[in-house]
Nanobody, 120 residues
Framework: QVHLVESGGGFVQPGGSLRLSCAASGSIFSISTMGWYRQASGKQREVVAIITNAGITSVVDSVKGRFTISRDNAKNMVFLQMNSLQPEDTAVYYC??????????????WGQGTQVTVSS
């Protein structure tokens, strides 16, 4: 099994910053893509940013220039640096990883989510 654990969420005023972290553990053979998604109250989950094991990134237009995704392949971790946060960024943020276990079984796993609240 593979598990993801997020950390770093919290409450911040508009214009503030937060850094989310996600660590994957378990029977990991490889992780190809890691990403961050978010789900605001009453809305569907949406992708925020993804990064491949080669470091290629993709970020949704609404957060470009404010959010940066990065990754530590050696530690199976992914990060999301969020700057200039706005109230519309308020959501539960989820980490996702796609890869394979040591038994070569494909995995597509999610973390439990971490709440980010932006409010004055």
């Amino acid at each position: 099994q593979v598990h993801l654990v997020e950390s770093g969420g919290g409450f911040v005023q508009p214009g503030g910053s937060l850094r989310l972290s996600c660590a994957a553990s378990g029977s990991i053979f490889s992780i190809s893509t890691m990403g961050w998604y978010r789900q605001a109250s009453g809305k569907q989950r949406e992708v925020v940013a993804i990064i491949t094991n080669a470091g290629i990134t993709s970020v949704v237009d609404s957060v470009k220039g404010r959010f940066t995704i990065s990754r530590d392949n050696a530690k199976n971790m992914v990060f999301l640096q969020m700057n200039s946060l706005q109230p519309e960024d308020t959501a539960v943020y989820y980490c996702n990883a796609v890869g394979a276990t040591t038994s070569r079984l494909r995995i597509d796993v999610w973390g439990q989510g971490t709440q980010v609240t932006v409010s004055s």
